[in-house]
Structure formats: structure tokens, C-alpha cells
């Protein structure tokens, strides 16, 4: 073991503040980053505060932070994809069996003994699993993704949490030339889908409630924007869409965005509303069209998504901040007040 500086929060009304937190030495199997960049995702405040007692209690002390990138420091003896020097990125998960169904298949987001990189039970440790608002981390290879040279570190981070909750069901989906494709909410998972979904070929539409954010979605690569509070925009736009991607995670009215889908149309929520949203099932029956959910990707789809962006030189926007300026990004962030996403240069710890 060895100690490592980390932000971690004590208690669920606790600011985030400097900490040291044990990390395991590499086995033959794992890699070890110093963590570059990390971004700040909204669940990261989510389980800071327990917002998700229910679910998933947050054990305390908690690190979050689960967009990593880094430099590669030292590798296991069996590692092939490493070396020291190279870039590495680490996501939502560091761990699963390797051996159920899903796993199998490739899908080890659905592992049902899945261990996410912070707020997990660590098995090496036999504690808890800590993310990457810290100096480093270390991780099985496998979960360990490679990041194309061309793509800009910061703007990279969110697209291991951003990146892949949204290309995923794009690609499932079949997102692609000649598809129709909606995405609503233009926030930290919207944009990024949108520039996914462009560079996929798909015509490519942002629902949005603010007016003043059409420009921007068009800047993005959308070919059209709907005001979708405006009657008059959507019905034109009515039993038009093969995919609706629904990145908004506050209350809204689900059943206007189904009624904008055609026949054997898909309308997949990848944000997390805290209530659950009334469903009219005469919209689903009405052409045969479906409601489904989808949760970040395999590290196979991930380390696609990630050559992806790098063909097409995407990463996320992003407001880059030193880590003493966490708590004020978490405020912030409560009040959509970032275009689209913080980073946080870790190189700020070694000051602390």
C-alpha cells in the first residue's frame, strides 16, 4: 500500500477537502496512472451528498470522480497494453467477475458483482474503492482504456462517463446516415451526443427549452433545434424520429418526446430523473415504440467510443478548474451554470 492526496468528503453536508487515502501497489495485472485530468460528473455530487441512500449508500470517507485520464507510472509484470509514459484513462467501473453472462458477452457495465471506481467494495483492499479526484489511481488493465494522441487531455476525461453513456445506445440503436435522430437537453451528456451523433451521420435534432441555447447546438453539429415548449415546432416534428436519446435528469414530460417517434422508434433514457416519470402506454402501443434505458458501455464499446472520438477529433467543452475550486463547481453545476463540463487539473494537488 502507499498513500496518495485526494479530495474526499467526510459526511453528506461536508465540503470536499484534502485527504490522504491508501492505494494498493500494482500487481502483475494493473496499471498505475498520475491522474492528469478527472471531470466532474453530476452523480459525483449525487453520491458525495447520498442522494442515492436508497440504491447505493455512500460510504464515507468518499473520493469521487470517475473521468480519469493520466500518465502511465508503473505497470504489472503481465501487462501488453501499457507501458510508462503512455496515456491511459480510467472510467465508471475498475472491476467485475469476468465470468457471468454479461461479462461474457462483453457487457461487464451489467455485472452483477461490478465494482465502480469509487463508493465499491474494493477486493484487493477489502474496503472501499476510490475515484480520481486524487493524484493517482490504480487499476486492473482490462479497465484501463488507451486515449488516441490527437485528443486534448481535459476535453478528453468526460468522455469516460459522457462519452460512453451516450455513444452506446447511438450505436445500438443504429444511429447513422439516414436516421433521425433527437437529442433532448443540452447539458453535459446532450452535447456530447450531439457531436457523437453528427459525426455518426445521423440528422441530428436538440430538443431544448431555451431558446438562447440554439446557436450553440447548431456550433455542436445539430442540424435543426426544437424549442420543445413551442406547440407549433414540435408538431412538425411529429412521428419523424427513429431514436430520441433523453439526457435530461429533472422532472419533464416524457410522453411529448414519444409522441415525436415513428413507427418501431426507440426513445432511450440515459438521464436520471429523481422521480420516476408517468409513461402513457397509448403512446407506446400507438406505432409500436419502445422506452428503454441505457448505462455507460463495455470497456470493448468504451475503447471504441474512445477511437471514435479520436477519428473524429471529439472530446467534451469544457471549463477547466483547480481542485480547490471543487465545492464552487458543485454549486455551480446545481445551476447548469458550465458549458458543458468541469475538468479538473490534478496537477492543483501537488500545491496542497
Known sequence: MYKAKAYSAATPTSPLALDTIERREPTEGDVQLEILFCGICHSDLHQVRNEWSGMMPTVYPCVPGHEIVGRVTKVGSAVTKFKPGDIGAVGCMVGSDGTCPSCRDGYEQFCPNGIFTYNSADRHTGKVTYGGYSDSIVADEHFVMRVPGNLDLAGAAPLLCAGITTYSPLRHWGAGKGKKVGIVGLGGLGHVAVKLSHAMGAHTVVFTTSPSKKEDALRLGADEVVISTDANDMA?????????????????????????????????????????????????????????????????????????????????????????????????????????????????????
Do not use: W
Open 236 to 352: 412538425k416534428h411529429a412521428t419523424s424520429f427513429d431514436l430520441i436519446l433523453d439526457a435530461v435528469s429533472a422532472q419533464h414530460d416524457i410522453n411529448a418526446y414519444i409522441q415525436m417517434l415513428k413507427r418501431d422508434g426507440n426513445i432511450t433514457m440515459v438521464g436520471l430523473p429523481g422521480q420516476p416519470l408517468p409513461v402513457a402506454a397509448f403512446g407506446l402501443i400507438y406505432n409500436r415504440r419502445s422506452l428503454s434505458g441505457s448505462m455507460i458501455g463495455g470497456m470493448r464499446e468504451t475503447q471504441e467510443m474512445m477511437d471514435f472520438c479520436g477519428q473524429h477529433n471529439i472530446t467534451a467543452d469544457v471549463e477547466v478548474i483547480p481542485i480547490q475550486k471543487v465545492n464552487e463547481a458543485y454549486e455551480r453545476m446545481l445551476k447548469s451554470d458550465v458549458k458543458y463540463r468541469f475538468s479538473i487539473d490534478m496537477a492543483s494537488l501537488k500545491a496542497e
